[in-house]
């Protein structure tokens, strides 16, 4: 019943920036803004790890240690979007990064993901 469909993801080169965004649509897209919405990364034959949520009224934002001053979540409900601006860019930053959608408990929607390459 909610799409999430991640956009921005390209190649940019180390200490480059970037941001992409998850916009959501379906039926229930109005109603974004009761979900926590989280950033998840999956490089090749890695664990997908957690990067970033931010709760539906954006009081509680969390980060990985590993992204911790470098990227900022946001989110703009009336858009239905979320947002990750991630700067300083590193190697190691490579992946799949996927939007998801959820509850304090779970995340119940995913995106298909978007590539973001970062070159030494």
């Known amino acids: 019943q909610v799409q999430l469909v991640e956009s921005g993801g390209r190649l940019v080169q180390a200490g480059g920036s970037l941001r992409v965004s998850c916009a959501a649509s379906g039926r229930t897209s109005s109603i974004i803004s009761i979900f926590t919405m989280g950033w998840f990364r999956q490089a090749p034959g890695k664990d997908r790890e957690f990067v970033a949520s931010?709760?539906?009224?954006?009081?509680?934002?969390r980060y990985a240690d590993s992204v911790k001053g470098r990227f900022t979540i946001s989110r703009d409900n009336a858009k239905n979007t979320v947002y990750l601006q991630m700067d300083s860019l590193k190697p190691e930053d490579t992946a799949v990064y996927y939007c998801?959608?959820?509850?304090?408990?779970?995340?119940?929607?995913w995106g298909q993901g978007t590539q973001v390459t970062v070159s030494s």
């Open positions: 998801a959608a959820g509850t304090v408990s779970q995340y119940h929607y």
């Open positions: 931010i709760t539906g009224s954006g009081g509680d934002i």
